[in-house]
């Protein structure tokens, strides 16, 4: 019964929420409780859908025609397949389900309405109440998708939003040099490179390794090969035999929040300060500093500028609607304006 009853044959109406939450729609331009509880006792409905051997199989949608009738309920009313269709677009959480399955429940849906309105309970509080307010807050969904759709964003529109907002796009192509504390001396290096010019490893105390590391950008700022420096003193034995090479970095990237400051704030060849991490001190490099190409983002820019109309559509709303309280102390809703000039 429950799940029968779960998802409404009403369309889900309200806007679509972008993975972009920096331009989310505010809640508080739309009605945010729910109708009043007084919908028709569960009692009076079926607890369960008749057996599956019961139903119809259904044939191939791929195979009907849009004026095909696929079904006929018990009051002769026909439904087509482009009928059902729509009826799927309206309730999305029904696509996917058995086809006389959701059949049934829409039939079932139906012959309970068609009683309500035989007893002229959309007459009688507080049904009536409950409908209205019902119906209310779907108009409201729907002005709000038929804005959203209304949008005419551009080529134009989105190349702009790109050359102005390149932040977020930019990718940067890091190296770095690690100066390890505590723990073991890392292993010795016998390449050709370091044995040139090699002094026995030691463990330093992290004072040392932060003073070394420092020495090191100081090196590197005066015109030190940063290639080499890494074969002679990085400690990091999984990117030293690359060079230093950690990867292409994004704003997007899962990694520390000292770390990304670090390497997104650099330009193309310069280095960071020392960066403290558990084990060491890591100093980046920008090996190369360019962005995401417009073609491979133009979706997503998309979709941010229809969240960000959306945000704007709504707060035009909200900032135009008025609210006046006579005779009480009532305060205005947060972000809402008096709907007179202060009392001096």
Not at 42 to 70: F, G, R, Y
Not at 136 to 158: H, K, P, R, W, Y
Not at 221 to 234: H, K, M, P, T, Y
Not at 329 to 334: D, G, H, I, T
Request: glycine share 6%; proline share 9%.
């Amino acid at each position: 019964m429950t799940a029968l009853w779960a998802q409404s044959a009403l369309p889900q109406s309200a806007p679509p929420q972008s993975a972009l939450p920096q331009s989310a729609p505010p809640q508080s331009a739309l009605p945010q409780s729910a109708p009043p509880q007084s919908a028709p006792p569960q009692s009076a409905l079926p607890q369960s859908a008749p057996p599956q051997s019961a139903l119809p199989p259904a044939a191939s949608a791929a195979s009907e025609k849009s004026d095909t009738v696929i079904a006929i309920f018990d009051d002769g009313v026909k439904i087509t397949a482009g009928e059902y269709q729509t009826l799927l677009q309206a309730n999305p959480a029904w696509q996917g389900q058995d086809r006389a399955l959701v059949l049934h429940k829409y039939a079932v849906l139906r012959k309970a309405a068609a009683l309500a309105r035989s007893r002229k309970l959309d007459e009688k509080s507080p049904y009536k109440d409950a409908l209205e307010f019902s119906t209310m807050v779907t108009m409201a969904g729907f002005a709000s998708e038929d804005a959203l759709n209304s949008l005419d964003i551009g080529g134009a529109e989105i190349e702009k939003f790109y050359n102005e907002h390149k932040e977020p796009f930019k990718q940067i192509k890091v190296s770095a040099i690690k100066v390890a504390f505590g723990g073991t001396a890392p292993p010795e290096d016998n390449s050709s490179t370091a044995m040139a010019s090699r002094a026995p490893k030691k463990v330093l105390t992290e004072e040392e390794a932060k003073a070394k590391a420092e020495k090191l950008v100081a090196q590197i700022r005066s015109g030190a090969d940063f290639a080499r420096l890494v074969q002679l003193e990085s400690d990091d034995e999984t990117s030293k035999p690359k060079g230093g090479d950690l990867g292409t970095w994004h704003m997007t990237d899962n990694v520390p929040d000292a770390m990304r400051a670090a390497v997104l704030s650099l330009k193309e060849g310069e280095v960071s300060d020392p960066v403290r991490q558990s084990g060491g001190f890591y100093i980046f490099h920008a090996d190369s500093v360019t962005y995401t190409p417009l073609s491979q983002v133009s979706d997503t820019i998309y979709q941010q500028l229809r969240q960000m109309h959306a945000s704007e559509w709504l707060h035009d709303l909200d900032a135009n609607t008025k609210v006046e309280f006579p005779g009480s102390q009532e305060s205005p809703a947060p972000g809402a304006s008096p709907s007179g000039p202060a009392k001096q």
